[in-house]
């Protein structure tokens, strides 16, 4: 696995919703070889473990890195408060991403809440035909649908509360919309039990699916193993380090009922 280690500088920071927040680094290193679906290990002052952030996009041209990250504890509080000129100490890119096939296949990107920004570098490679379903609590924390736009892809939003698009979970929708479209590959990631379902839809319909698993991790280098999560093959079930094998893996390797 290549990764190194970098200071980004912070060159723009929005909170585009409440404790929600998009960064744009300039990390040249990571930039370079980073690809859709990996993630940054970032240090926050006074903690000895990193926060580990998907990328949400990367330009190797610019020498920029985009995470997008929600306040979850003491460590991302720390970095909401960095501000525009400030460094970030990254360890990237990490972890195993996406597999993406030809750019003319039909897919379908699931996401749910925080677990959406990962997947714009997916819609971006598939532009037109792409369709990205992303479900929120509500309107005012639903992310990232003008950037979906932007790449071409085909947006439908649920929000749990109605407040904004269809009432309901991204699976209600997800179902509905492989009833009635050709699909080639679905691409998820967010709440366990979301994919859970994306996964069994996937296998009803024998849609190839990946998804990327959400663990808490330690190193983020495979050091440590906190971060497994239950796999299995033909040789039986295994605890799989999810910042080394992982993030994506095929929806068919997770023990999905362990």
Same mark, same amino acid.
């Given at each position: 696995?290549?990764?190194?280690?970098?200071?980004?500088?912070?060159?723009?920071?929005? !909170?585009?919703?409440?404790?929600?927040?998009?960064?744009? &680094?300039?990390?040249?290193?990571?930039?370079?070889?980073?690809?859709?679906?990996?993630? /940054? %290990?970032?240090?926050?002052? *006074?903690?000895?473990?990193?926060?580990?952030?998907? &990328?949400?996009?990367?330009?190797?041209?610019? +020498?920029?890195?985009?995470?997008?990250?929600?306040?979850? *504890?003491?460590?991302?509080?720390?970095? =909401?408060?960095?501000?525009?000129?400030?460094?970030?100490?990254?360890?990237?890119?990490?972890?195993?991403?996406?597999?993406?096939?030809?750019? =003319?296949?039909?897919?379908?990107?699931?996401?749910?809440?925080?677990?959406?920004?990962?997947?714009?570098? /997916? #819609?971006?490679?598939?532009?037109?035909?792409?369709? /990205?379903?992303?479900?929120?609590? %509500?309107?005012?924390? @639903?992310?990232?649908?003008?950037?979906?736009?932007?790449? *071409?892809?085909?947006?439908?939003?649920?929000?749990?509360? +109605?407040? @904004?698009?269809?009432? *309901?979970?991204?699976?209600? #929708?997800? !179902?509905?919309?492989?009833?009635? %479209?050709?699909?080639?590959?679905?691409?998820? $990631?967010?709440?366990?039990?979301?994919?859970?379902?994306?996964?069994? &839809? @996937? !296998? %009803?319909?024998?849609?190839? $699916?990946?998804?990327?698993?959400? !663990?808490?991790?330690?190193?983020?280098?495979?050091?440590? &193993?906190?971060?497994?999560?239950?796999?299995?093959?033909?040789?039986?079930?295994?605890?799989?380090?999810?910042? /080394?094998?992982?993030?994506?893996? =095929?929806?068919?390797?997770?023990?999905?009922? @362990?």
């Amino acid at each position: 696995m290549r990764y190194t280690q970098e200071l980004g500088k912070i060159l723009n920071k929005t !909170e585009i919703a409440k404790g929600t927040f998009d960064v744009t &680094l300039h990390s040249p290193e990571i930039a370079n070889i980073a690809v859709a679906g990996q993630f /940054v %290990n970032i240090l926050c002052d *006074g903690f000895t473990l990193r926060r580990p952030i998907s &990328l949400c996009g990367f330009d190797s041209k610019k +020498g920029i890195l985009r995470i997008v990250f929600e306040i979850r *504890g003491k460590g991302t509080e720390w970095l =909401s408060r960095l501000q525009v000129g400030d460094n970030m100490d990254i360890i990237g890119p990490l972890g195993h991403g996406f597999s993406l096939i030809d750019s =003319s296949k039909k897919a379908v990107i699931v996401g749910g809440g925080v677990g959406t920004p990962p997947l714009l570098p /997916v #819609a971006q490679f598939y532009r037109e035909n792409a369709t /990205v379903i992303t479900g929120f609590r %509500n309107a005012s924390a @639903a992310i990232l649908q003008g950037d979906f736009e932007k790449a *071409g892809a085909k947006t439908i939003l649920c929000t749990d509360d +109605g407040s @904004a698009g269809i009432h *309901g979970f991204t699976t209600q #929708a997800l !179902e509905q919309y492989l009833n009635e %479209n050709e699909c080639d590959i679905i691409y998820t $990631c967010g709440p366990k039990v979301m994919m859970r379902s994306v996964a069994r &839809l @996937a !296998e %009803n319909h024998g849609i190839t $699916c990946q998804v990327s698993m959400e !663990e808490r991790m330690g190193c983020g280098v495979g050091a440590c &193993l906190c971060c497994v999560c239950p796999t299995k093959d033909g040789k039986g079930k295994h605890l799989t380090r999810v910042c /080394v094998n992982g993030p994506v893996f =095929s929806s068919t390797e997770v023990d999905w009922d @362990a």
